[in-house]
Structures are given as C-alpha cells and as structure tokens.
C-alpha cells in the first residue's frame, strides 16, 4: 500500500546487549490491527527478551535492512556507525544533560540529519514522564533484597529473578514462603517505590506508618515507606514543599537517622543528585547502633544517597559486602558488614515484563502522536530535527560543537 506507515524495530547494538525491546509480539499485532496503515518490521536479534518467531507469528516481518521505515524504535542509544541518515529514531538517547559519552552519537545524529525523539522527554501535560522503567526496577530490587537478606541470615532462599521467564513465575515461586520477622525501609514515591511496595503485597509483608514502625517490635515481616516528605525537612523552618524541596534541596536536612537502628533492610528509590543530603554519612555507619545489614540500592548512586554505595553491582554477582569501619569492599554476607545490592540495569532481570509495560505506555499515549503530522508531546521530546537542535533543546549547541 502507498500510505503505509513502516515502523522497525531496530535490534540493540550497544554493549552489552539490552534484552528489553519498545514493543512485544501481541503489542505488534494490536497495533497493526488497530492501525491498519502501519507495517511493522523487527531486525532479527539474538539477545531479545522475545524471540524473532515469535513476532514472525505475530504477524510482523523479519527483516535485516530496515532503511525503508520512517520511524525506527529502540531502547539503548544507537552506536553512532549504526544510524540511518534522514530517519526518525526513538530511544532513550542520554544526551540532554550533555553526557559526554553521548557527545559523539549527537554530533552523529545532526549530519545525519535523524529526527531523534527521547522517549525521556515524553510527559503528559502536568509534566510527568510517560515512559520509564522504574517499576520493574522496583519489583526486581525489593526481590534482590530479600534474597540477599536471605542469605546473609541463611534463614530463606529466593531464587535470582532472571531465571524465571516472567513476573507469572515470580510470583509463583513467591507462595508458601514464610518469612521471618524483619523490619524494611522504602524511600520514594514514584514507579521504582510502587514495584517495591508490589513485593511487599505479594509476600504480605505488612505496611506501618512511619510513627509506629520506629518504635514498636514485631514478630513478624514488616516495612515503612518514607516519602521525600518524610524524609526531608527545609532546615529553618521543619516544612516540606515539593516545589521547593526539588529547587532547593541544599535547604533540607535527612531524616532518616532514626531508621538505622531499628531497620534490617533498606530498599532505596528516591530520586537523589548531588544538592540533596544524603540518608547518612560514612561516621554513621561506624557507629554501634547502625543495625541494618541489606541496602537494596535501586536508585543506585555511586557514593550517592548511599554513601556506602561503592559502585555497581552485575546481574551474575549481584552483592558485595562493605566494613562499616572502613567503608572498603568486602565479600557479601559476612557478619556485621552492610551487603550492597547496586545492579544498574534491575529491569533486565525480567525484560518481557518491562518491555510490556513500556510498550503499554508508549502505545496507549504516544503512538498516535506519533502518526500526527504535527503534536505538541512529540515536538517537546524533540531533540534534533533536519540537521538542528530544536529550539527547546538549543542549550546544547556547545555540547554539539565540541566544547
Ligand atoms: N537501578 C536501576 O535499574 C534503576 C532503574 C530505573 C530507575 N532507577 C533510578 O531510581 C530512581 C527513582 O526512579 P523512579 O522511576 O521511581 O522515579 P520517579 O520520578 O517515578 O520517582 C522518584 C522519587 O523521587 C522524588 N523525586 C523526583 N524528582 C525529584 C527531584 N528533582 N528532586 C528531589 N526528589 C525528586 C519523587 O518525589 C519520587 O519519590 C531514579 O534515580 C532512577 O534513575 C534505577
């Protein structure tokens, strides 16, 4: 057909390879029904979560050339060598804040006159991101802690969660197992805490404010979640506001003291950078009373919100002790170390299960953007069109020009 929008998935290429894709097999299907102008083509690929017959079957064509289609989707930013002059690319490029090991890619992207996309940049209207894959960040990082607790304590086994093929499996190796008591700390709000907060449902750990978890012993599993307002108090006068705790975060002091000494497990999701306080420093950790043995560090900040966050942490090695006394990196599950569980790239554990939902998103309230000639979200997640920068993204004309 004439007007047929062709749409490619493009395989990963940077290294190591994503398994994670923007669209699943039925995701390809459902559109191509409901959207009977588009063709969607997929780049064979040995390391996808979803094998090529399986689209193959989904009614999508396998396809190795894919400079036929106006728009290319992918996940991880494209080697630069890769990219297909005059095309329209989305993918999470990691250049608006001048990453400088992107540099290159974008320089590449504007000869190349490639329309580039981030999927980052794409919010709703109240400026909230669309896409993300911070829930199944969450999910497998609560996962990850308690396995980790587990072996420390020698009191439970969990298996890794990149052995089962999805959440379903997950979720099925969860029932019977009786935890012992233990008390867990969430930080944040957003989709890494709600993935958390889901493991908490599915191993009916049982939820405490804030008030009595501090103060009352259990006999049996529990965990607090602490959002950026309880966590946080502007210095002067004890309030919180969200507005100006993320413009002037410098002006806040960290609650969270308190919580070490009552607390075994840490999951970690709050959003930090380098203004905002840390949940404690390195003296704290020396001290007697610091009493929590698992940091599940999924926001994963190398000496970051964490301080004792040395660096990450793989999928095949996934904890690391560290002495309290020295903050040096020690074996896991020692007595009296902290364990680390720090793992960049937690969604990569259960990739078919991050990709649905990120095509799920990306589907219900981007897709038909796209189609449009003209739309105000795709205009904003813009970042190089014909050869330029945008002008909302003008400010990295030096970071393009070499500087
Ligand atoms: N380890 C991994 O594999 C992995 C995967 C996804 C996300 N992450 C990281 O986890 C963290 C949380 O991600 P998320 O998807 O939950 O994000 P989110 O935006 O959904 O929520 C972030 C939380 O931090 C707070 N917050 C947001 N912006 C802030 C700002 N500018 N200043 C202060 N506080 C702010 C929010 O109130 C919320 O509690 C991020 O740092 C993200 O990079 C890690």
Redesign the pocket.
């Known amino acids: 057909m004439e007007n047929t929008i062709h749409i490619g998935l493009i395989r990963e290429e940077k290294h190591p390879h994503d398994n994670r894709v923007a669209f699943t097999p039925k995701q390809c299907q459902w559109i191509m029904h409901h959207f009977p102008q588009t063709q969607i083509y997929v780049a064979p690929s040995p390391h996808r979560c979803f094998r090529d017959e399986e689209y193959e079957k989904a009614g999508a064509q396998l396809q190795e050339d894919l400079s036929h289609c106006s728009l290319l989707l992918g996940i991880k930013e494209v080697p630069a060598e890769k990219l297909i002059a005059h095309k329209t690319y989305l993918f999470f490029s990691h250049t608006k804040k001048k990453q400088p090991h992107n540099q290159h890619l974008l320089q590449t992207i504007l000869k190349k006159k490639i329309s580039l996309i981030d999927y980052e940049c794409l919010v709703h209207p109240d400026g909230q991101?669309i896409l993300?894959?911070?829930?199944f960040?969450?999910v497998?990082?609560a996962h990850n802690g308690l396995q980790a607790f587990g072996k420390k304590t020698g009191a439970y086994n969990f298996k890794p969660v990149h052995t089962c093929h999805d959440f379903q499996e997950l979720i099925t190796h969860y029932f019977g197992i009786k935890l012992p008591p233990m008390k867990i700390v969430i930080?944040?709000?957003?989709?890494?805490?709600?993935g958390a907060l889901e493991i908490m449902g599915l191993l009916g750990i049982k939820y405490l404010p804030p008030e009595e978890y501090l103060v009352n012993e259990y006999a049996y599993p529990v965990y607090t979640q602490l959002?950026?307002g309880e966590l946080y108090l502007r210095k002067h006068d004890k309030t919180y506001s969200?507005s100006d705790?993320?413009a002037h975060?410098e002006n806040y002091e960290c609650r969270f003291l308190p919580y070490v000494t009552g607390t075994d497990i840490l999951m970690n999701?709050?959003?930090?950078?380098h203004n905002?306080p840390p949940l404690f420093n390195a003296n704290d950790l020396k001290k007697d009373n610091f009493h929590i043995q698992v940091i599940a560090d999924?926001?994963?900040?190398t000496h970051g919100s964490i301080p004792c966050n040395l660096g990450d942490s793989t999928i095949e090695d996934p904890v690391y002790g560290v002495i309290k006394e020295t903050m040096e990196q020690t074996a896991p599950y020692l007595p009296g170390t902290v364990d680390m569980m720090?793992?960049?790239?937690?969604?990569n554990e259960l990739p078919r299960d991050a990709s649905q939902y990120f095509g799920d998103q990306l589907m219900k309230y981007v897709f038909e953007e796209l189609l449009k000639p003209q739309s105000e979200m795709i205009r904003n997640a813009t970042i190089a069109a014909n050869g330029a920068l945008t002008d909302k993204f003008s400010y990295l004309e030096d970071y393009v020009n070499g500087s």
């Open positions: 991101r993300g894959f911070g829930f960040a969450g497998v990082g930080t944040g709000s957003g989709r890494v805490a709600a959002k950026a969200r705790f993320h975060p999701g709050i959003y930090w950078d905002i999924i926001t994963d900040d720090c793992i960049s790239n937690l969604p």
